[in-house]
Nanobody
Framework: QVQLVESGGGLVQPGGSLRLSCAASGSIFSNYDMGWYRQVPGKQRELVAFITRRSNTNYADSVKGRFTISRDNTENTVYLQMNSLKPEDTAVYYC??????????????WGQGTQVTVSS
């Protein structure tokens, strides 16, 4: 099993930046493809980005060019760097882990989520 703990959420101005972190434990981190989802109450969750164990990356069109996902396998940590934030980016962001190679990406483990609010 994998335990995931997100951090780094908060309130940010439109156009600002925020970096989310996800610390993983309990299993062999390098065997998993890692992702970030976001969800607004009453709306379907959206896969924002994922990164494979070989560090190939994929992004939703809504964040492409603004967000960057990365991983540090020596620290068992995944990051989501969010730049040029917009009010529509406001959501609860969840870190996820998936057995590597699944297409489309399908999460097996979820973190507790961290709130990101973009507002002036």
């Amino acid at each position: 099993q994998v335990q995931l703990v997100e951090s780094g959420g908060g309130l940010v101005q439109p156009g600002g930046s925020l970096r989310l972190s996800c610390a993983a434990s309990g299993s062999i981190f390098s065997n998993y493809d890692m992702g970030w989802y976001r969800q607004v109450p009453g709306k379907q969750r959206e896969l924002v980005a994922f990164i494979t164990r070989r560090s190939n990356t994929n992004y939703a069109d809504s964040v492409k060019g603004r967000f960057t996902i990365s991983r540090d396998n020596t620290e068992n940590t995944v990051y989501l760097q969010m730049n040029s934030l917009k009010p529509e980016d406001t959501a609860v962001y969840y870190c996820t882990a998936a057995r590597w190679g699944r297409r489309p990406y399908e999460a097996d483990y979820w973190g507790q989520g961290t709130q990101v609010t973009v507002s002036s």
